[in-house]
């Protein structure tokens, strides 16, 4: 009798400990991001507003890697949001012709992605996150280099620095080599955010960069023009399951408060306070909800 006393205590215990870790599920969601630092604030960002105007909890999965395992993670569902760019959903992820009107961009893949994916693009947070190319501003200077089209006449003499996922994009360095000709003499393959002090130490000579990133105006690196718009916009927002938001559609209201709130000056000033002062992702990301009025 006692042996199935012990199991009938054993088999409640545990349905009951089921049960509890059902619900924690069911009041849990999942944000991700990719593996560098504006991405890293954006999770907290997101975390932070939630769980103020929400009674959701968030965990969090920061820098988990480049475009395609992040976005992968959410169709499969490891994940229930995280931060996209227009211009990437549009061509990296939809293989679609690259356009250059932001309103035009941001309908397309939200409509795309709601009908193919039963994903759901909220509102964008307001800026606009493109790449660029840049170099030190004297050797820029110096080799009469302002525009992509003045670089292609010097690129065979010169070498590039970027990221892995960059150098095989269609809206990267690929791409450019079809819109502009470009050709480098060498390509280096660099970890996200160590291209900007490759470029200002002289070990290669053009980055692929951020336009928010802090570190091209701290290291007096030189924007070029991009001549002929080869780059579309890239207008962060957050992008989340759809079967996640009809459960909890409370999630779009706390995101939503966030919309058009960072401008580029903005988003490059947190890039900045992370990756040059040193200051950890979560706190700069809680200190300006806070500044902003946001949380309490």
């Known amino acids: 009798m006692k042996k199935i006393a012990i199991l009938l205590i054993g088999v409640v215990l545990a349905f009951s400990l089921t049960g509890c870790f059902g619900a924690s599920k069911d ?9 560098f630092t504006e991405q890293d604030i954006l999770v907290y960002l997101m975390q932070g507003i939630i769980e103020d105007r929400t009674d959701l909890k968030v965990v969090t999965k920061p820098f988990l890697g480049g475009t ?39 309908d397309k893949v939200k409509k795309v992605y709601q009908e193919e994916k039963n994903l759901v693009w909220l509102e964008p947070f307001g800026f606009n996150n493109t790449y660029t190319l840049t170099m030190r501003a004297d050797k820029a200077e110096k080799l009469g ?12 003499g010169l070498v590039l620095g970027a990221t892995q996922e960059f150098l ?24 996200p955010g160590l291209t900007y002090a490759a470029v200002r130490d002289g070990k290669v000579d053009v980055n692929d ?15 070029l023009k991009d001549d002929k718009n080869f780059f579309p916009p890239y207008y962060a927002a957050p ?6 938001l009809k459960k909890h559609p409370e999630i779009a209201d706390a995101l939503n408060l966030l919309a058009g709130r960072l401008d580029d000056r903005k988003m490059a000033e947190l890039n900045s306070q992370v990756d040059l002062q040193g200051k950890d992702a979560q706190k700069v990301a809680q200190a300006w909800l806070k500044a902003e009025g946001l949380i309490d």
């Open 27 to 35: 009041d849990t969601i999942v944000i991700g991001g990719k593996n």
């Open 68 to 106: 395609n395992i992040v976005a992968q993670a959410l169709e499969k569902g490891d994940l229930d949001l995280y931060a996209e760019y227009t211009g990437t959903g549009l061509i990296n992820i939809l293989g679609q012709e690259g356009m250059n009107d932001p309103q035009a961009v941001y």
């Open 145 to 156: 280099i302002e525009t992509y089209s003045d670089l292609v006449k010097k690129a065979p």
């Open 168 to 191: 095989e994009r269609s809206d990267g360095y690929k791409g450019l080599q079809e819109a502009y000709g470009m050709k480098f003499k060498d390509t280096k393959g660099f970890d």
């Open 209 to 223: 960069a951020f336009a928010t990133d802090g570190r091209i105006p701290a290291f007096n690196l030189k924007v």
């Open 239 to 244: 992008v989340i399951r759809q079967d996640t």
